[in-house]
């Protein structure tokens, strides 16, 4: 069933937003801020970190995902995994400037064919977590 050559998908949100990328980089790395935009943790912005996301158990699921930072690369790219409900994943930040701001590019890789709930329930986490991320940006000082 885990077969490692099965191929897998990766979910893709891209969006633009007027602010500098320090400013974006700030709201992905900073525990206080990733709190207020996605979740409780106890990320430190090292590579080989390992941390943990974590929100209010439920059925099924006791609410901890379980990271360890993958690529550190200030105001460029941030990437680390992602372990929860027998996924398997990294998720990769890549922030580019452009005339208007930054194009934040958020990467979610690692789905097999058989997690077709786990990529649709990502999509629909990510729109939701990404909107949160530009109003915690906007919101900065």
Same mark, same amino acid.
């Given at each position: 069933m885990n077969n490692p050559n099965s191929p897998t998908r990766s979910l893709v949100i891209e969006k633009e937003m007027p602010h500098p990328p320090e400013k974006i980089w700030r709201s992905l790395t900073h525990p206080v801020l990733i709190e207020q935009?996605?979740?409780?943790? &106890?990320?430190?912005? +090292?590579?080989?970190?390992?941390?943990?996301? #974590?929100?209010?158990?439920?059925?099924?699921?006791?609410?901890?995902?379980?990271?360890?930072?993958?690529?550190?690369?200030?105001?460029?790219?941030?990437?680390?995994?992602?372990?929860?409900?027998?996924?398997?994943?990294?998720?990769?930040?890549?922030?580019?400037?452009?005339? &208007?701001?930054?194009? +934040?590019?958020?990467?979610?890789?690692?789905? #097999?064919p058989d997690q077709e709930n786990n990529y649709r329930g990502a999509n629909y986490g990510w729109q939701k977590f990404i909107g949160s991320l530009e109003r915690v940006v906007a919101a900065q000082t």
């Amino acid at each position: 069933m885990n077969n490692p050559n099965s191929p897998t998908r990766s979910l893709v949100i891209e969006k633009e937003m007027p602010h500098p990328p320090e400013k974006i980089w700030r709201s992905l790395t900073h525990p206080v801020l990733i709190e207020q935009w996605l979740m409780a943790n &106890d990320f430190q912005p +090292v590579v080989g970190h390992k941390f943990t996301l #974590r929100v209010p158990p439920m059925p099924n699921w006791n609410g901890v995902i379980d990271c360890e930072v993958l690529v550190i690369e200030a105001n460029k790219q941030l990437s680390y995994s992602w372990g929860s409900l027998g996924l398997s994943s990294v998720v990769a930040w890549t922030l580019t400037p452009t005339k &208007d701001g930054t194009l +934040v590019r958020m990467e979610q890789s690692g789905f #097999r064919p058989d997690q077709e709930n786990n990529y649709r329930g990502a999509n629909y986490g990510w729109q939701k977590f990404i909107g949160s991320l530009e109003r915690v940006v906007a919101a900065q000082t």
